[in-house]
């Protein structure tokens, strides 16, 4: 019932529409069942008179079918075209909530779910829903007035031949209703699968060239063989239960006629029957037939968007870890005081990342975060925008606990460099604009000179309109890390996070962007991230961090004389690994 419900609410902004679909469906079912109608009577009433009286009404009747006939397709017009209209829009609404959904939600959700599987639920399976919103309620609405009234009729024609029908009939529904329990597995099934075929896409096509780098497409199209496989799989044990469904209800459809022939001859024999009352009889079981075919045939759109709508269901009822809390107040006035308490965390359920760390930057200052891989720093760095929350402890920003402020002015408090640096599909100006919304083309400029990749985007033959490719694959590791940066100077936040910022640059831009940080951070609170060394010499404070918390901490010329870890880092680095 809840994802019943969940399902009509869609309808709610459609009414008109959905309601006056539902009116043409009843005038497209009455004349369906008018026609039987007309012709007994004209056969009784007219067709039995003498010529001049049949010539004289026949005209009159043709026009009178003829405006049935006009109306009718007007109502045919509106329900095929703007019933897929509103199924359509139902459609977009829904994309439209679970796109908004996956934007709410924490990383954590990211982390175990693949995208894939995320674009399979956001194309394929709301394509089947809308089918479903469509064609469900029409034809269970057409069907079922079809069925009651040529049962009706039926009944007015002979009760004891029609209760004989409805007995094959009752059977044929409750055959109906075990088989799609029976199904209803198997095509839940086929949308796992489904989207473990587009899962296994969208991996393979995104790491091509590290496929091509190993020479790994046999092994990719091993992969995509088996999943495709098992789709195929999945969909010929729902075909063969399909088939079997189908011509058990075919057999059951011919047994109606059986019935109807046996039966009718009995009737007429005893003389309780007329035949031409057979003949309208046969009439009226096809309109009493193809509604139940229409209903039979429409099982597996059903069960397909039904499994799909349970899918959709699923992730909006996935609440974001992250979320504002009742009351959050937003974050102004940005002196850039950081200071973490005692604060732990962990990933799901593995060994704990963070242990206990307490930790004070002050307003400004520039501090750098080194160590050993896994010891914890882009952890560190990714808790203080609310990435993820601390599993104990606080952190707070000029005094204020950061879960007490609103994710957006947090957010855009703090501009972030990441090591892994994503370009979306466009122009260079709009991936420097991302920096900023509504960025003037003067501030993307500028921009762009500070991170001192402006003179490489005029050398390109459409300079600032130049098409990056997807994830910026025709740009350089560097030139993409420098747009990056870009970003950043656009944005211009009070707090900056540098993650591995200069990771990607030559000797000689990395000196160019140096310079350009060095500028940025003044008066600004920054982290910087780095296993360069040589990038982090002028920082206020350098903490080591390892698997083991916070081992030292001092400026650069304190921890070369303790000759400690930080040291020994250093030395390797610059003094040979010898």
């Not at 003829?66 to 509103?86: D, N």
């Not at 044929?172 to 095509?187: D, E, G, H, R």
Request: negative net charge; contains cysteine.
């Amino acid at each position: 019932m809840n994802i019943l419900k969940k399902f009509i609410a869609y309808y709610k902004p459609y009414k008109f529409l959905f309601y006056f679909d539902m009116f043409c469906a009843i005038i497209v079912s009455a004349i369906d069942l008018a026609f039987p109608q007309i012709l007994n009577y004209l056969a009784k009433n007219l067709f039995t008179q003498d010529k001049e009286t049949i010539l004289h009404a026949i005209g009159f009747i043709g026009l009178a079918l003829l405006a049935m006939y006009v109306l009718k397709y007007f109502c045919q017009y509106f329900i095929i075209s703007w019933g897929h209209i509103m199924g359509a829009k139902m459609e977009t609404d829904m994309r439209r909530d679970l796109f908004n959904h996956f934007q709410k939600l924490s990383f954590s959700y990211y982390d175990k779910n693949n995208t894939g599987e995320m674009m399979s639920k956001l194309v394929v399976d709301l394509f089947d829903i809308s089918e479903l919103a469509h064609h469900g309620p029409e034809n269970v609405f057409i069907s079922t007035l079809k069925i009651v009234g040529s049962f009706a009729l039926l009944m007015l024609i002979n009760v004891k031949m029609t209760l004989i029908l409805l007995g094959v009939t009752l059977i044929m529904v409750l055959f109906t209703i075990y088989k799609n329990v029976k199904m209803a597995p198997s095509f839940a099934d086929s949308r796992i699968k489904i989207a473990a075929v587009n899962s296994g896409l969208q991996d393979s096509l995104a790491g091509i060239r590290v496929v091509k780098s190993f020479a790994n497409e046999n092994l990719e199209q091993e992969k995509f063989r088996k999943s495709n496989h098992q789709f195929l799989e999945s969909k010929v044990k729902i075909y063969h239960l399909m088939g079997g469904f189908h011509a058990w209800n075919s057999f059951f459809e011919g047994l109606l006629y059986v019935v109807i022939i046996v039966s009718g001859g009995l009737f007429i024999a005893d003389g309780t029957l007329e035949i031409s009352d057979l003949a309208i009889y046969v009439l009226y079981i096809n309109l009493f037939i193809n509604p139940i075919d229409v209903l039979i045939n429409y099982t597996e759109a059903f069960q397909k968007g039904y499994a799909g709508f349970k899918r959709f269901v699923e992730v909006l009822e996935t609440e974001p870890d992250i979320v504002d809390k009742e009351g959050a107040i937003p974050l102004s006035d940005v002196k850039g005081e950081i200071r973490y308490n005692n604060v732990s965390f962990r990933y799901n359920d593995d060994a704990k990342v963070l242990d206990n760390v307490s930790l004070t930057i002050g307003a400004g200052q520039t501090i750098a975060l080194v160590g050993p891989s896994g010891g914890g720093k882009t952890t560190l760095c990714s808790l203080l925008p609310r990435f993820y929350d601390a599993a104990s402890g606080s952190i707070t920003i000029d005094g204020k606990d950061i879960r007490d402020l609103t994710l957006e002015s947090l957010r855009n408090a703090i501009g972030i460099v990441q090591q892994d640096v994503y370009m979306f599909d466009g122009s260079v100006k709009e991936n420097i604009a991302y920096g900023k919304a509504g960025a003037t083309e003067s501030e993307i400029i500028e921009a762009a000179q500070k991170a001192n990749i402006h003179d490489f985007i005029m050398s390109l033959d459409e300079g600032y309109d130049t098409y990056v490719g997807e994830r910026g694959v025709r740009l350089s590791g560097g030139q993409k890390q420098r747009l990056s940066i870009a970003r950043v100077f656009l944005k211009n936040p009070p707090i900056l996070i540098l993650d591995e910022a200069t990771s990607a640059l030559d000797n000689d831009s990395e000196r160019y962007i140096q310079k350009s940080l060095l500028k940025l951070s003044q008066n600004r609170t920054t982290i910087v991230i780095a296993h360069r060394l040589s990038t982090i010499k002028n920082s206020d404070e350098i903490i080591v961090v390892t698997d083991q918390g916070i081992q030292e901490r001092g400026s650069h010329k304190q921890l070369i004389e303790r000759a400690g870890i930080y040291a020994h880092y250093y030395n390797m680095q610059f003094e040979g690994l010898e």
